[in-house]
Nanobody, 122 residues
Framework: VQLVESGGGSVQAGGSLTLSCVVSGLAFDDYVVGWFRQVPGKEREGVSSFSNPEATTAYADSVTGRFTISSDRAKNTVTLQMSSLKPEDTAIYYC????????????????WGQGTRVTVSA
């Protein structure tokens, strides 16, 4: 299984960035795909997910209304459009496949990309 991310970078607060992830090596249509992020010294947290089987989305409270996730099943690609970025969005963003969320609202995944850095300056 391979997940290849692109689109990270640096932007000023209020700006926008789009992250993309191309997935190969598994039946993309069968999985929940999405994004996590991690700040050094903190735990990795779930940001957004897209269920390919159900065509439903989920977002962390911190990004709701600012981030939009989409999935292109023809291209095996999941995309995260980020707008109204804040300095606290600065992190390494990881593409993930086979995501699930526990009743305690903890997010997990079985497959991971290598990560792409997003830096938002004030």
């Amino acid at each position: 299984v391979q997940l290849v991310e692109s689109g990270g970078g640096s932007v000023q607060a209020g700006g926008s960035l789009t992250l993309s992830c191309v997935v190969s090596g598994l039946a993309f249509d069968d999985y929940v795909v999405g994004w996590f992020r991690q700040v050094p010294g903190k735990e990795r947290e779930g940001v957004s997910s897209f269920s390919n089987p159900e065509a439903t989305t989920a977002y962390a409270d911190s990004v709701t209304g600012r981030f939009t996730i989409s999935s292109d099943r023809a291209k095996n690609t999941v995309t995260l459009q980020m707008s109204s970025l804040k300095p606290e969005d600065t992190a390494i963003y990881y593409c993930a496949v086979d995501i699930w969320v526990t009743y305690g609202r903890n997010w997990y995944a079985n497959y991971w990309g290598q990560g792409t850095r997003v830096t938002v300056s004030a």
